[in-house]
């Protein structure tokens, strides 16, 4: 039977069945499952290695940071380094605590941080604010110190600034007790107590003819102390549940987020060759033993900031990386 002309028209306009719909229905739903699911890996893979990389760049900046200070703890100038008894340093403050001991130039405390990580005070002087001694001492020791007004940072120096005088031999730690001014005159009278700090000279006699012309040049430092330390940050609490909450702080100030545990261990110089003989918690050094600190061990570990998706409680995705790193206090006794 033959097909007139219509008829096969009519033939070749003809849709797809409703088995031919379903099947091709089927292919396009596994097809699009399978992209969906490519994007969602390639989606988790970019997170994953974002993740890692935010947590290795943090690490470096933290341990930069870290090893930054520690090497210059203890820093005394032209002296370079003391001993680990401390005998070239005088300090007339009567309160040595409040981080300005330069014999003991890192002070820990063991696991009183956000999840019991650990705190250190870091103490040096600073050598960027150094402004010369341009006139003798006096014979006893305990007269004004004369500078050179002309430098441009003797006009950061303020009354009770804790300051260090050092020369090549020796070192003394005492407070501004007068408001510098276009003399160069510096004073370190007692009586005198700082109102926010309640510092305070015990002593004016610094033992040593600090700017003498037969001595070694003197200049007079800032002292500086920081502290570090693990804590909530802006975002939320730090917790065991919330590691992406936690942040390591500088003096009270977030620097970085995401550290959630900082230990230190140090390593102290028992028999006085500036070698390390022992590495101990804070717990275990003595008040004597902190002097003899010449190197300290530094154990961080770092989680990534990023949230769970769905998540606003702080929780990531729980790939924490631990870093450390022992560093040398340069100016300890070498």
């Keep these: 039977m033959k097909l007139s002309l219509g008829q096969k028209q009519m033939s070749k306009n003809a849709g797809f069945s409703l ?39 943090n690490a470096r900046f933290v341990m930069g940071r870290l ?24 300090n007339t403050l009567g309160d040595k605590t409040k981080g300005y001991d330069l014999e003991s130039p890192v002070i820990g405390k063991e696991g009183t941080g956000s999840g019991s990580s650990d705190e250190i005070t870091i103490i040096r002087a600073n050598g960027a604010s150094a402004v010369a001694v341009s006139k003798p001492l006096d014979s006893k020791f305990s007269g004004p110190l004369t500078l050179d007004f002309n430098d441009p940072d003797y006009s950061d120096l303020k009354q009770y600034d804790v300051v260090t005088v050092a020369d090549c031999e020796n ?31 015990v002593t004016t006699d610094l033992e040593h003819p600090f700017g003498h012309n037969d001595k070694t040049p003197a200049t007079i430092l800032v002292n500086k102390a920081v502290t ?8 939320g609490t730090c917790s065991a549940a919330t590691p992406g909450f936690c942040a390591l702080f500088e003096n009270g100030t977030e620097l970085v987020e995401g550290v959630e545990d900082l230990q230190f ?7 006085n060759d500036t070698d390390v003989d022992v590495y101990r918690d804070a717990s275990a050094v003595t008040t004597a033993d902190w002097a003899k600190v010449v190197s300290v061990r530094v154990t961080i570990r770092l989680n990534e900031v990023s949230r769970v998706p769905g998540s606003a409680s702080g929780i990531t995705s729980n790939n924490p990386k631990t870093y450390s790193s022992v560093v040398r206090l340069r100016s300890r006794g070498v």
């Design 228 to 235: 570090y330390s693990i804590g909530d940050s802006a975002a």
């Design 265 to 271: 261990e140090y390593g102290v110089d028992t028999n």
């Design 171 to 201: 070192v003394a730690t005492f407070m501004i007790t007068n408001a510098p001014g276009g003399d160069g005159v510096i004073e370190h009278a007692t009586g005198v107590t700082a109102p926010k700090t309640a510092q305070s000279n």
């Design 19 to 57: 088995i031919e719909l379903m099947v091709a229905m089927v292919l396009s739903i596994i097809l699009l499952a399978g992209v969906i699911d490519i994007y969602i890996n390639t989606k988790q893979t970019y997170n994953t290695q974002e993740g890692l990389s935010r947590i290795q760049e």
């Design 67 to 90: 090893t930054r200070e520690l090497s210059t703890a203890g820093y005394l100038g032209c002296l370079g380094s003391i001993d680990a008894e401390g005998e070239r340093v005088i």
